[in-house]
């Protein structure tokens, strides 16, 4: 075996359940299963062609000590937050917020029928930066970077490619990759990440095969991925294409404390979060 290849470590296909005003969806990281992938805190995919699953959104609600990171794959999100800003993630547009010392903010679905598919990522935060002033980046499709290597075509919202292409988001604190690749024929997808960033991918369409083992990871299946410097993916059925996310980034190797929206160092940093929230302090 060749150890610099990544291998399929952990397979979980999550758990369902519902958030926000019951919107309808799966989590896969953040559960009992599979509690967090340092500096990944938690991962849903949120989808449904049913308004009644979706309809009722995220209405306001606060975060602090780490970012999240929205990604659309099918239909539209209207997001809001306490310092007046406002927007519409669309389909392959991507919004990365860092909550920092506080923000309220919501996320509406911009329809009232149709398909409503995304995925949302939330990623720690450094001590040093917990109580950083909220940012964003939000990026439409035109706007994010593409490549085509062997017939695979690649949406590169964050981190850097074998070929050199560099992802729209700028992030020092973990150093992220993340990567939304198509996967066509035969020929198999290999990206280089550093050995020692935690790393996994999600498929959202198809059946993959990962690594020398040849492991399979199927459609909605998240893998955790072995550490290494080489990440090697393929087509499972020549006949079906695929398309998959890769996300890597390097593990903050702190202490985690969260609970609900707040994600801190310590239980005293939570409760001071709270109490920040309650008295109107973000």
Same mark, same amino acid.
């Given at each position: ?65 780490? &970012? $999240? ?7 539209? @999100?209207?997001? *809001?937050?306490?310092? /007046?800003?406002? +927007? #519409? =993630? ?56 593409? &490549? $085509? ?7 590169? @919202?964050?981190? *850097?490619?074998?070929? /050199?292409?560099? +992802? #729209? =988001? ?69 006949? *079906? ?42």
């Amino acid at each position: 075996m060749n150890n610099s290849i990544r291998e399929l470590a952990f397979v979980t296909s999550g758990q369902i359940g519902s958030d926000g005003d019951g919107v309808k969806l799966t989590r896969l990281i953040g559960t009992a299963d599979l509690d967090m992938i340092d500096p990944f805190l938690l991962f849903d995919s949120f989808e449904s062609d049913q308004a009644n699953d979706y309809i009722g959104g995220f209405p306001s609600h606060p975060h602090r000590g780490f &970012e $999240t990171v929205t990604y659309m794959i099918n239909g539209k @999100v209207r997001h *809001k937050d306490s310092m /007046g800003n406002e +927007g #519409v =993630i669309e389909p392959n547009g991507v919004q990365w917020m860092t909550a920092g010392k506080g923000v309220v903010h919501s996320e509406m679905p911009e329809q009232q029928h149709g398909l409503l598919r995304g995925l949302q990522l939330w990623v720690n935060l450094p001590k040093t930066h917990k109580m950083t002033e909220p940012a964003y980046q939000e990026f439409d499709e035109s706007k994010i970077s593409t &490549e $085509t290597t062997n017939g695979h075509t690649l949406n590169i @919202v964050a981190g *850097k490619t074998n070929l /050199g292409t560099q +992802g #729209v =988001i700028h992030n020092e604190h973990v150093q992220p990759t993340y990567l939304d690749v198509f996967l066509t024929g035969t020929e198999p997808f290999e990206q280089t990440l550093e050995e020692n960033h935690n790393a996994f991918i999600y498929v959202i369409s198809g059946e993959v095969s990962v690594g020398i083992n040849q492991a399979k990871l199927g459609e909605r299946q998240l893998g955790v991925l072995t550490k290494g410097k080489q990440v090697r993916v393929e087509v499972t059925n020549t006949n *079906k294409d695929s398309r998959f996310l890769l996300v890597a980034a390097k593990p903050l190797n702190e202490p985690v404390a969260r609970s609900g929206p707040f994600v801190m160092n310590s239980h005293k940093e939570l409760r001071q979060a709270f109490d920040d929230f309650s008295n109107n302090r973000f």
